[in-house]
């Protein structure tokens, strides 16, 4: 059964920082990954996905993700955080077909 | 604009009533799912469905009911049975089956968040 793991429940960075997110996966064969980002009381929007090629993938509002097969990790990566990049995020690893497992999340707090 | 729409945003129920939180979507996906979300434990599927008449239980279906009578619906019933049923609910889409990997990422919807008074 495929599992993720986010060790870190709770992240502050002080605003312009750089920020990495950890997410360790256990899948049997070749992960689809994904970063979700949420605010409080909303739901889940889209940061970034990789499923082959290229092992950096770029995604929105500036976020990037690294897959690294021999750590089983997809890391999550933001050169300078914004104040409004407080939230909590997600990674997901997919079964195909669109169905996912969910990690437990990290929130992320930004000091001014 | 294409989306997933929930209603109602925040519901209240008394112990021991029924009561029916509402998904739309209007992407044309194939698959959706309802999600628990609860303080520090993250998503728990409670059921999903890869196509029209079909669902299947996810990994907390007890207490929950679902319908799947037409593509663009999904409506979620919280029995009486739940037993601890405060939460915030979560309803998502992919295109499913039809997808491939590059593309079935989860839409989600803004959530529903019930309280039992």
């Known amino acids: 059964a495929q599992s993720v793991t986010q060790p870190d429940i709770h992240i502050t960075v002080s605003e312009g920082a750089s920020l990495e997110l950890r997410c360790n996966y256990s899948?049997?064969?070749?992960?689809?990954l994904f970063w979700y980002v949420q605010s409080p009381g909303q739901g889940l929007q889209l940061l970034l996905k990789?499923?082959?090629?290229?092992?950096l993938v770029q995604g929105i509002k500036g976020f990037e993700a690294e897959f690294k097969r021999s750590q089983s990790s997809f890391n999550l990566r933001k050169p300078s955080v914004h104040w409004s990049d407080a939230a909590e995020y997600f990674c997901?690893?997919?079964?195909?077909?669109?169905?996912?497992?969910f990690g437990d999340g990290t929130t992320l707090t930004v000091k001014p | 604009d294409g989306g997933i729409t929930q209603s109602p945003k925040y519901l209240f129920r008394k112990e021991g009533q029924n009561v029916t939180l509402s998904c739309e979507q209007n992407?044309?996906?194939?698959?959706m799912y309802w999600y628990r979300q609860d303080p520090g434990q993250g998503l728990r599927l409670i059921y999903y469905?890869?196509?029209?008449?079909?669902?299947q239980k996810g990994d907390i279906a007890e207490g929950y009911s679902v319908s799947r009578e037409k593509k663009e619906s999904f409506p979620l019933t919280v029995t009486s049975a739940q037993k601890n049923p405060t939460a915030f609910y979560l309803c998502?889409?992919?295109?499913?089956?039809?997808?491939?990997?590059?593309?079935?990422?989860?839409?989600f919807g803004p959530g529903t968040r019930l309280t039992v008074l």
């Open positions: 998502a889409s992919s295109i499913g089956e039809s997808g491939t990997a590059t593309n079935n990422e989860q839409f």
């Open positions: 899948y049997g064969a070749t992960p689809y």
């Open positions: 990789y499923f082959s090629g290229d092992t």
């Open positions: 997901a690893v997919g079964a195909g077909a669109g169905k996912s497992t």
């Open positions: 992407l044309n996906h194939d698959a």
């Open positions: 469905s890869q196509i029209v008449n079909d669902f």
